[in-house]
């Protein structure tokens, strides 16, 4: 094969851009304006920097830059922003080209890219999905309350905290004194407003100190720590 096919099967495949030691584009492929939304003229000579999108922190070029610098090849995946504002991935290769005066020295670099947008799409779809699915695990369908599962699994963390901070926490079971004849005299659907009601009430008084969960029926679960103990059981009683 010779140099011209390679290159040819490289444009259909590939984005490609090549820049100086300092960043300055010096060519770029047609794919590369086609993803970009730039044209060749709006890109040969700019730096390219001009693609950034702010997703990425300053140490992430900064690692980079230690790499390549260092006449290592650099791998990973990066976020541009293209002309018209929008966001795309690319899965990137910075392959560093040495001076040919045989000094060791980096004149420039080859980025090779491809473009994993799609992708990125799909995995981050597939995480709100997760997270989706986890919040209904842990919520109580009828108040939206966590519900007993995330009560049981709040307690042992709390108590895996407590064993190396040595600090206590209370909990409290609330429940509706003769929810039963409720039900059977009003129907099931006041039942559950009184729950409703009930829960939200119990709302107000969640913080990062107050955790509360339905457990089942008519029974509310409290987790509390010492300072808030009194105060929370005072607010109960006056349900």
């Known amino acids: 094969m010779n140099d011209k096919f390679i290159r040819y099967a490289l444009d259909n495949s590939a984005i490609v851009a090549m820049t100086d030691s300092k960043g300055t584009i010096t060519f770029v492929n047609q794919k590369f304006c086609e993803i970009s939304g730039y044209g060749e003229k709006e890109l040969i000579g700019f730096n390219h920097r001009i693609l950034r999108s702010g997703i990425h922190h ?48 980096v004149d420039g670099y080859v980025a090779i890219r491809f473009d994993i947008s799609t992708r990125k799409d799909l995995e981050k779809e597939l995480q709100i999905n997760i997270s989706n699915l986890e919040l209904t695990a842990n919520t109580d369908f009828l108040t939206d309350l966590p519900n007993r599962r995330l009560f049981c699994k709040h307690i042992e963390e709390l108590i895996k905290q407590s064993s190396k901070k040595s600090e206590t926490f209370h909990i409290a079971i609330l429940d509706i004194d003769m929810f039963k004849e409720i039900n059977d005299s009003f129907g099931h659907e006041i039942g559950d407003y009184l729950l409703k009601i009930i829960a939200s009430r119990l709302k107000s008084i969640v913080s990062d100190r107050v955790f509360i969960a339905r457990l089942g029926g008519d029974e509310f679960g409290i987790i509390l720590n010492k300072k808030q103990a009194s105060k929370i059981l005072n607010f109960v009683k006056k349900f």
């Open 58 to 105: 300053k140490e992430f070029f900064l690692q980079m830059y230690r790499t390549i610098s260092a006449g290592h090849i650099w791998h990973g995946e990066i976020c541009n922003r293209k002309k018209d504002g929008s966001l795309y991935w690319v899965d990137t290769t910075i392959v560093p080209h040495f001076a040919e005066s045989g000094t060791g020295m």
